[in-house]
């Protein structure tokens, strides 16, 4: 069965850390992404992993901060979020691309997880 399944969202403190999981059966053969959207603004981009987990592009809101990774063979991909900061605080969502390189385009990812809340408290 083809889904994609975000989790792990939660209330941490600036400072904090987090780790989401997407549960992404069928979808090893995908280029994978995290966006999130905070309240009141847009939906952007945060990090995208390619098939084999070797290359990865970040956000510069996020680099140095958030690592995205993938293991396909437990079909689950990860966001360890360290230094969360209030700014932070959105909903986190995955996302499957078809294309052949990494992409930071919301309109090239075809398959979206329902999405998981991320609260950052100052």
């Known amino acids: 069965q083809v889904q994609l399944a975000e989790s792990g969202g939660g209330l941490v403190q600036a400072g904090g850390s987090l780790r989401l999981s997407c549960a992404t059966s069928?979808?090893?053969?995908?280029?994978l992404g995290w966006f999130r959207q905070a309240p009141g603004k847009e939906r952007e981009f945060v990090a995208t992993?390619?098939?084999?987990?070797?290359?990865?592009y970040y956000a510069d809101s996020v680099k140095g901060r958030f690592t995205i990774s993938r293991d396909n063979a437990k079909n689950t991909l990860y966001l360890q979020m360290n230094s969360l900061i209030p700014d932070d605080t959105a909903v986190y969502y995955c996302?499957?691309?078809?294309?052949?390189?990494?992409?930071?385009?919301?309109?090239?990812?075809?398959?979206w997880g329902q999405g998981t809340q991320v609260t950052v408290s100052s």
């Open positions: 996302a499957a691309s078809r294309k052949a390189v990494l992409t930071s385009l919301q309109n090239e990812y075809s398959d």
């Open positions: 069928g979808y090893s053969g995908y280029i």
């Open positions: 992993i390619n098939r084999s987990g070797g290359s990865t």
